[in-house]
């Protein structure tokens, strides 16, 4: 089964220098996690909900205040429409993500494939093919759930330092 039978082929999408709260109202609109960001009609990257949640929480800046290409994923992970499902589960298996841009041969956005999809296709019918389907999908889910190391001076952080430099620069 090809990527563009289960994709989201109406996707909301924000430019590189909007603000997050462009992203965060589409997320809210669409009931969706994940936004395209576009330069020119092309894929620059993705922003989800939970690098709008943490960039409001490490900056101390309201979300008007911070553009979209400031927290964004450059290198995003996509598909192409005319890909096989069973690829599509491998790169979001290898990658641990959940989401992929589906685009053209132009970078050009026209769609979202998510875990969900995958999920609920795969489920809907007690096919022999389908239990194949079953089991990809569970191993996906599985795998893209599967904890990650995060990287020491990611730790290393304070969350304090951050929030006091955050503070200093919306008081002067």
Request: proline share 5%; aromatic share 2%; with cysteine.
């Amino acid at each position: 089964m090809k990527v563009k039978k289960l994709m989201t082929p109406e996707v909301g999408s924000c430019p590189l220098d909007a603000p997050l709260t462009d992203a965060a109202k589409i997320m809210w609109e669409k009931d969706c996690g994940i936004v395209p960001i576009v330069d020119g009609g092309r894929l620059a990257g993705i922003i989800t909900d939970r690098d709008v949640a943490m960039a409001g929480l490490m900056t101390g800046l309201p979300l008007g205040l911070v553009q979209v290409s400031d927290v964004m994923t450059a290198d995003a992970a996509t598909c192409g429409p005319d890909e096989e499902l069973t690829d599509a589960h491998a790169r979001m298996r290898e990658l641990q993500v959940r989401r992929l841009p589906v685009v053209d041969e132009d970078d050009a956005v026209v769609g979202m494939l998510t875990l969900n999809d995958l999920v609920n296709e795969a489920f809907s019918s007690r096919s022999k093919a389908a239990q194949k389907r079953q089991r990809d999908a569970a191993r996906t889910l599985a795998e893209v759930s599967r904890h990650h190391e995060i990287p020491e001076e990611l730790v290393a952080v304070e969350y304090e330092d951050v929030t006091t430099d955050a503070a200093e620069a919306t008081e002067g």
